[in-house]
């Protein structure tokens, strides 16, 4: 499965943004998706994962503020930003793969999107 993350930008604190992920491939459906985050100087970290049926689990520290969803009939995948925190500035990827928080078990990746929160 081929993934194209996009959505990002830059936004103010408190501000919202809504990624979005396309994807290509007969086979979208049949794996979790997540989202990863990276800021400069740090290691890539777990932002949020949505299962096949729609389960999903989030970081801590986004927890309440960000919404993650799939349309497996589109084959898109989307993460709702809101309340965002100067923290949150990091490139943000998507993924496809076998699930959970260590980045090792996604096989897909998207080619990243960076957001940018101001103070």
């Known amino acids: 499965v081929q993934l194209q993350a996009s959505g990002g930008g830059l936004v103010q604190a408190g501000g919202s943004l809504r990624l979005s992920c396309a994807g290509s491939?007969?086979?979208?459906?049949?794996?979790?998706m997540g989202w990863f985050r990276q800021a400069p100087g740090k290691e890539r970290e777990f932002v949020a994962a949505?299962?096949?049926?729609?389960?999903?689990s989030y970081a801590d520290s986004v927890k309440g503020r960000f919404t993650i969803s799939r349309d497996n009939a589109q084959k898109m995948l989307y993460l709702q930003m809101n309340s965002l925190k100067p923290e949150d500035t990091a490139v943000y990827y998507c993924?496809?793969?076998?699930?959970?928080?260590?980045?090792?078990?996604?096989?897909?990746w998207g080619q990243g999107t960076q957001v940018t929160v101001s103070t």
């Open positions: 993924a496809a793969g076998s699930g959970g928080t260590n980045s090792k078990r996604y096989n897909y």
């Open positions: 491939g007969r086979t979208f459906s049949n794996y979790i």
């Open positions: 949505i299962g096949v049926s729609g389960g999903t």
